[in-house]
Nanobody, 123 residues
Framework: QVQLVESGGGLVQAGASLRVSCAASGRTYAMGWFRQAPGKEREFVATINWKGGLKSYADSVKGRVTISRDNAKNTVSLDMNSLKPEDTAVYYC???????????????????WGQGTQVTVSS
């Protein structure tokens, strides 16, 4: 099974930028980022297909977040700008490890998950 390890979370002030990254131990197809705030359900943030040409974002982050991947390094990153306190959550990396050409926005469609990295945005 492909292992995912996130990194890059931390505490920042509102308006700041932050990059979270995820390293995969093997080949992945669609990859995504989800987040879960205390007392809330896990929600979709962004997804990218295996070639990197297809991307989709949640409305709540559109225009502030960019997902990218480096298949040579088996990594996916999430660049977040203009962070808001409501972006505070544990951010999870997810991967589809069986052949899939498109993007995936539902958590149920992914078969490998990282342990999560905390992002805290202070006001």
């Amino acid at each position: 099974q492909v292992q995912l390890v996130e990194s890059g979370g931390g505490l920042v002030q509102a308006g700041a930028s932050l990059r979270v990254s995820c390293a995969a131990s093997g080949r992945t197809y669609a990859m995504g980022w989800f987040r879960q705030a205390p007392g809330k359900e896990r929600e979709f943030v962004a997804t990218i297909n295996w070639k990197g040409g297809l991307k989709s974002y949640a409305d709540s982050v559109k225009g502030r977040v960019t997902i990218s991947r480096d298949n040579a390094k088996n990594t996916v990153s999430l660049d977040m700008n203009s962070l808001k306190p409501e972006d505070t959550a544990v951010y999870y990396c997810a991967a589809k490890t069986s052949a899939w050409l498109g993007i995936l926005t539902s958590s149920r469609q992914y078969d490998s998950w990282g342990q999560g990295t905390q992002v805290t945005v202070s006001s």
